[in-house]
């Protein structure tokens, strides 16, 4: 049987991501509505080195947020809810002036102005809140007033959670398996709100625990066990798990009407701000014949892993990825992988810095290796791909384990490299805080704020700071 040309491209492209150490997981790829790939590349539990199979479950983050959006459509097709209603109406704890203006639909597309939970410097991802506890958590200042502006918001996906199983006195495991997930025969593809992951935890599901791909990533000790998390704290914005089999059939359904009308899949792929629309980012484009195409997209991560989907329409061409090493070259990947489906010439993959640099943390030659990048930058470029984020998250694991000189050094060459971003600064602030050193800090903080005003981490910071230099001597 001869093999597909683009899929023999896909599959060397993602060998040699393997290679490389930039991808551990499972693709499938498929062309015309037709699967070309589907294959596992790598490991499954980085101590017991049991290879991967492609039928392995993974924690797929976001993507959680398009079964979110489609369970709120179908319980709006049902006459239970309707997503124009403000939340208050269904939930009582927000019928304040603060948040009733607030409407169900704005919470699907970001637009509600509620702060993401996820990014309070309090949350703990391995605390299973209670109902009480998070709704009393999660009640902040709203970024801005509901429907002007976009915010990415985790907040907005577990509120929709909450409204689903009020609504109907259920479960959300038991909305999604019984409206979703067993209509389309996914039947490794779940919410289990008692499984708890990571080195230290004593109550993983063996039901579970048994098929899911065991989460890794790079720190600076070396490669290491995911962070444990209390799946209840992602719950309806983050805490699912499926296959790429499994997501290819909740693709192959959204073109029909098999699970949801046309009228809810309208709902569900119009974008409102900032191309988002309802648990998908949706962006419309031209071909070579002139002829208009949409692209739906959305990643998630969660430290252990990292998901993407991307599908093309009308060509039903999708791009599935499930990475159990947390690649952060995965959105690269992604990109690589739809040149060879579109025949576009498919560019080198370069790994990240960050790859490099948790390695000589491990090392302990990080100061060496920064120095050298410092002074060799345009060689470094040539091999390695340079981003703001890869590179503060090692200065972040560093400052964490109080290595202050070394994530310093860090923080340092990132402000060289991007001295125009505000997000740079408020990360050396957080580092001068955390080292007592409050008048630097304050400083960064304000260079942070000038260039963004809307830096609500650097204004809480500042406030912080005041409190510190002001507080009395014991």
Not at 161 to 170: D, E, H, M, V
Not at 243 to 250: D, G, P, V, Y
Not at 337 to 359: D, M, N, R, T, Y
Request: charge should be negative; charged fraction near 25%.
């Amino acid at each position: 049987m001869v093999k597909n040309p683009k899929a023999i491209v896909i599959d060397s492209l993602l060998s040699q991501c393997y290679d490389q150490g930039i991808f551990n997981g499972v693709a499938l790829v498929a062309d015309e509505g037709a699967v070309i790939l589907h294959k596992s590349y790598g490991i499954a539990d980085f101590k017991s080195q049991t290879p991967l199979e492609r039928s392995d479950r993974f924690y797929i983050g976001s993507l959680t947020k398009q079964f979110t959006s489609a369970l709120i459509l179908l319980l709006q097709e049902q006459g239970l809810i309707n997503i124009s209603d403000a939340i208050s109406k269904h939930l009582s704890e927000f019928d304040h002036p603060e948040y009733n203006r607030i409407t169900i639909h704005q919470l699907l597309t970001h637009t509600s102005g509620l702060a993401n939970y996820t990014s309070f410097p309090d949350f703990d991802r391995s605390k299973d809140y209670s109902e009480s506890e998070f709704l009393a958590f999660i009640k902040r200042p709203l970024l801005f007033e509901p429907g002007s502006s976009w915010s990415y918001s985790n907040t907005a996906y577990y509120i929709l959670g909450l409204i689903a199983q009020k609504t109907c006195n259920k479960t959300y495991s038991e909305l999604l398996a019984e409206m979703i997930f067993d209509p389309l025969k996914m039947h490794n593809t779940a919410y289990e709100k008692a499984w708890l992951y990571g080195p230290d935890s004593s109550n993983a599901s063996d039901a579970a625990d048994s098929k899911v791909a065991k989460g890794f990533l790079n720190t600076i000790d070396g490669l290491s066990p995911m962070p444990t998390y209390s799946l209840s704290s992602l719950f309806s914005s983050g805490g699912i798990y499926s296959t790429a089999e499994n997501l290819f059939k909740w693709n192959q359904a959204l073109y029909t009407n098999q699970l949801l009308s046309n009228a809810s899949k309208s709902i569900l792929f119009t974008p409102v701000k900032n191309d988002y629309a309802c648990g998908w980012y949706v962006k419309k484009g031209f071909d070579d014949e002139g002829e208009i195409y949409e692209r739906h997209f959305h990643g998630g991560m969660i430290k252990g892993y990292h998901a993407f989907i991307l599908r093309r329409i009308p060509s039903k061409q999708v791009v599935i990825l499930l990475d159990n090493s947390y690649s952060q070259e995965l959105q690269t990947i992604k990109n690589r992988i739809w040149s060879a489906l579109i025949e576009e010439q498919v560019k080198e993959i370069k790994p990240k810095l960050s790859k490099l640099l948790f390695e000589a943390c491990g090392e302990n030659t990080i100061l060496e290796l920064s120095d050298s990048i410092s002074n060799n930058i345009e060689v470094f470029e040539q091999q390695f791909t340079f981003e703001e984020f890869d590179i503060n998250a090692v200065a972040y694991r560093l400052m964490e384990a109080e290595r202050f000189l070394e994530a310093d050094e860090i923080f340092k060459l990132n402000i060289a490299l991007y001295p125009e971003s505000w997000n740079v600064y408020d990360s050396m602030g957080e580092l001068r805080f955390k080292q007592g050193k409050f008048l630097e800090s304050e400083e960064l903080y304000k260079k942070s704020l000038k260039i963004n005003p809307n830096n609500i981490s650097a204004k809480n910071a500042l406030e912080a700071i005041k409190l510190m230099m002001h507080a009395p001597k014991k």
